[in-house]
């Protein structure tokens, strides 16, 4: 192991100053906790809008049948519910009788939501009222569509909602990934942060391969290749980790279906699966919850924690930059930052902006 090779699980990067002195109870703390000092959306250049996708709300286990649960994402107040036939179905929180959130005290009537207001009762599916328990008849307002009704989909334990803000029809499916249903796989096992930034400039740090180095300590720029589809993207990345037992060659092969479905495998020492839930709460929010397994039969033992350990240290060297990170319209890219103008314009695809192109490159012509 020459001199110059740095151990990535204890990486001496500049991010570290912040994470050092914490405790693990402090830094799990850290990660959900608001921010102080927070500048505007607008300081930010983050008023991007939200690009349009399938996105994780919850774990299917998680919304169990006859329960109402309130959500905020894509900067609106949202409730979603399960139905005596279990299906999953989601509408704006907010009654449009006299405003009450029916994520709050809201209840199942059936397959309708009931508001706790007044027992107003909506259809999911059609985003109608359809009962008004003490009137004999429903105003004309709302026998017609009145609230945007969300494609709904379960896939990989996970209650997904396509998002887009033209109201257009899902584009692409959700992808189901075997292993996640596979019982020779372990259960979940989560870590989760608050982000307070944008979706788009974490989406662009997978493509920053400089940033290996200097933020996660690996011992050299990762060997990335690229795979840009209609819809997809995918990259298998291979760099070699410095650690105590010498240089190890580790392979991380990734996949994203639009913005909000994402997962990677990491190989080398112990095969590991992260499912990569990233939902934009507002502009300058994105809630993220990390779904790691791993095969049951896998006798790697505390190497396999160390795996996951390692990869969540790696979202909380990420956290410290993201938090207070800018959008930049015209970066500066040199050689060796990787294609970062080439991901803007494949990614540019998902936002339902001005003519059909988002604002960020309108303000980038400008």
């Known amino acids: ?124 599916e059609a985003g109608l009222v359809k009962d008004i328990p003490y009137s004999p008849s429903i105003p004309s307002r709302v026998q017609k569509k009145c609230k945007k009704t969300w494609p709904i989909v379960e896939a990989n334990q996970i209650v997904w909602a396509w998002y887009h803000p033209e109201g257009v029809e899902p584009l692409y499916p959700v992808e189901h990934i075997p292993e996640c249903s596979d019982p020779n796989w372990t259960a979940y096992q989560e870590t989760s942060w608050n982000i307070w930034g944008s979706l ?79 939902t934009p709460v507002d502009e300058d929010h994105v809630h993220v919850r990390y779904f790691f397994l791993q095969p049951k039969d896998s006798k790697t033992g505390r190497v396999a924690q160390a795996i996951i350990a390692d990869v969540v240290k790696q979202m909380d060297q990420d956290k410290v930059v993201w938090d207070r990170q800018h959008y930049v319209y015209t970066p500066i890219i040199c050689e060796g930052d990787g294609p970062i103008a080439k991901f803007r314009m494949f990614y540019s695809k998902y936002y339902a902006g001005h003519d059909g192109k988002p604002r960020h490159l309108l303000k980038e012509k400008a």
């Open 1 to 124: 192991m020459t001199a110059d090779v740095k151990d990535a699980r204890t990486a001496p990067v500049a991010v570290w100053s912040v994470l050092e002195k914490m405790s693990p109870e402090e830094r799990q703390a850290w990660r959900l906790a608001p921010l102080e000092n927070k500048l505007s959306v607008v300081e930010r250049n983050l008023d991007l809008g939200f690009a349009f996708g399938w996105y994780p709300m919850l774990l299917s286990k998680e919304l169990e049948v006859g329960v109402v649960k309130p959500l905020r994402y894509f900067g609106q107040e949202l409730a979603i519910w399960r139905g005596e036939d279990g299906k999953a179905r989601m509408l704006g929180a907010i009654c449009k009788h006299l405003g009450a959130h029916m994520g709050h005290g809201g209840k199942v009537h059936g397959n309708y939501l009931e508001c706790p207001f007044h027992a107003w009762r909506y259809d999911g």
């Open 200 to 278: 788009q400039n974490i989406g662009e740090n997978g493509v920053d391969f400089a940033h290996f180095q200097y933020i996660h300590g690996t011992a050299n720029l990762p060997d990335a290749k690229l795979k840009w589809g209609e819809w997809d993207r995918s990259a298998i990345v291979r760099a070699k980790m410095g650690t105590p037992r010498g240089m190890v060659d580790g392979t991380i092969s990734s996949k994203s279906i639009g913005p909000g479905q994402s997962w990677v495998r990491f190989e080398g020492i112990c095969e590991t699966l992260l499912i990569a839930c990233l």
